[in-house]
């Protein structure tokens, strides 16, 4: 049974650079069919910042947004089955990506194998970020990364990353 997913986008005050945030949120039961809802939630939120506040999102990023959100969702389904949310916040530059499940195992990327079959998402996630930071709570855990929006005219990503 699918159960609704509480969508919410609203634009918050300023950050110190005087730059508008946007936020948006969303919580999933993780059955069937719910990794794609939440890669078309992080879809639909990119494409509403773009219109909303014209800034400059490369393909390239809503490529990537979409991979880690549909690789964490992965492994939410994996290996902490039961509810999600889904935390966004965007600020033109960067996409910060929460997730928090109920699941109290922490995620660790798996070491290099090139016999290995499948169970590399976590691995591409740390690839393709800026940061990625797992936190303890309450109750289960949440993941947090950060991916660069805009590209330089070079067409690389812009700011650090590990790749």
């Known amino acids: ?3 609704p997913v509480a969508y919410e986008v609203s ?3 300023e950050r110190v650079s005087g730059r508008a945030v946007m936020r948006g949120s969303a919580s999933y039961e993780m059955a069937s ?6 890669r078309d939630f992080v879809r639909e939120f990119l494409a509403s910042a773009q219109t909303a506040h ?3 999102m490369s393909a390239r ?6 991979l880690v959100a549909s690789e964490l969702a992965t492994n939410v389904c994996k290996y902490a089955p039961g509810p999600c949310l889904v935390d966004l916040e965007c600020d033109g530059t960067t ?8 699941g109290p195992i922490l995620p ?25 930071e ?8 949440s993941l947090r990364v950060q991916i660069a929006l805009p590209d330089s005219p070079d067409n690389n990503p812009s700011g650090q990353t590990t790749w």
């Open 95 to 102: 996409l910060d990506i929460v997730m928090w499940d109920s």
């Open 134 to 141: 797992v936190r303890r709570e309450p109750v289960g855990k």
């Open 61 to 66: 990023a809503m490529d990537v947004a979409q």
């Open 54 to 56: 014209g800034w400059d």
């Open 1 to 3: 049974m699918e159960q």
């Open 33 to 38: 069919g719910e990794i794609a809802r939440v």
């Open 11 to 13: 634009v918050q005050g």
């Open 108 to 132: 660790a990327a798996s070491a290099a194998d090139p016999n290995r079959i499948g169970r590399h998402g976590l691995e591409l996630v740390l690839m393709v970020c800026q940061s990625f």
